[in-house]
């Protein structure tokens, strides 16, 4: 029995939710094998968030320097600044892994795949130009969620702790967690910013660029999503960048993290269900509530 095989039986033997076929590599771009296997159930009863309220690092969370609410099907983002809450993770070399981004001043959201087999990093923070100098901060702790599985592709989120707390300004923002299942309702149209592959023969963007998606039913656990234009799907180095919409309140909120795609289709982690995971290991307690 081959990998792809086992990993396939494996994925059924565990699953409890209708899930989604995907890709996966082991880079640090959306995963790309092609065995499928449904998403497994994770029990989390008893700490389920509630949906009245949403968390956010401050008050100003969500709010973006924005001229237009979208710019459909990858394009570089304008003004500079538009997602303030963006950020670049990068190796101890300073080279660009994956994207991320803030949720409190000294925490930052991506995909816990990004982070395997790496010791400390180093997240860009407030950067459009990855080319040009920005600040940068070296990471304290690196959480991933205890359930995350590689082989499985599995509960991949995980949290980056800062050295410091990032000093909050027009460049630099944090995002809103969300706090209700209608943000992520099938049909939404939901942003992903990153500095990923402008093609997959390409080399990654130096410049954050941006895309729209359409929500398309999911599961519990997982969001997944349909490009709005064909072939306009994340591309690599995508990978822990958040998908995010927008609320009538006109704040921005994260509410799911790249994970995986085949196709135009991405699969998300979804946010709303590990909500009390992020809370229960977020130490700063800079998170607060923010009503809708």
Request: aromatic share 12%; charged share 15%; net charge neutral.
């Amino acid at each position: 029995m081959n990998k792809e095989m086992f990993a396939l039986l494996l994925g059924f033997i565990f699953s409890g939710v209708q899930g989604y076929n995907y890709y996966q590599n082991y880079g640090y771009g959306p995963y790309q094998y092609s065995y499928k296997y449904n998403i497994p159930p994770y029990n989390n009863d008893n700490n389920f968030p509630a949906y009245q309220v949403a968390y956010s690092s401050s008050n100003d969370c969500g709010k973006a320097n924005e001229v237009n609410p979208f710019i459909i099907g990858g394009s570089e983002v304008y003004p500079h600044h538009k997602y303030p809450w963006m950020v670049a993770i990068k190796n101890e070399n300073s080279a660009f892994k994956c994207g991320g981004s803030l949720i409190t001043p000294q925490y930052v959201l991506t995909a816990a795949h990004c982070l395997i087999e790496t010791g400390n990093v180093i997240v860009g923070i407030g950067a459009h130009n990855l080319t040009i100098p920005h600040e940068e901060i070296r990471s304290r702790k690196i959480k991933m969620h205890p359930r995350f599985n590689l082989t499985l592709q599995i509960h991949d989120i995980a949290l980056i702790m800062l050295e410091k707390p990032v000093t909050l300004s027009e460049n630099i923002g944090t995002i809103c967690l969300p706090y209700d299942r209608k943000l992520e309702k099938p049909g939404t149209k939901a942003v992903v910013a990153g500095w990923g592959l402008l093609s997959k023969e390409g080399k990654s963007s130096q410049v954050l660029m941006e895309a729209t998606f359409k929500v398309i039913p999911g599961s519990e656990s997982a969001i997944v999503t349909e490009g709005e234009n064909p072939g306009k799907g994340t591309g690599i180095g995508d990978s822990g960048s958040p998908l995010f919409v927008r609320y009538p309140n006109e704040r921005w909120y994260v509410i799911g993290v790249v994970s995986s795609e085949v196709d135009t289709k991405t699969f998300f982690p979804k946010v709303l269900f590990y909500l009390s995971w992020i809370q229960e290991n977020i130490q700063d307690g800079a998170m607060c509530e923010l009503n809708a």
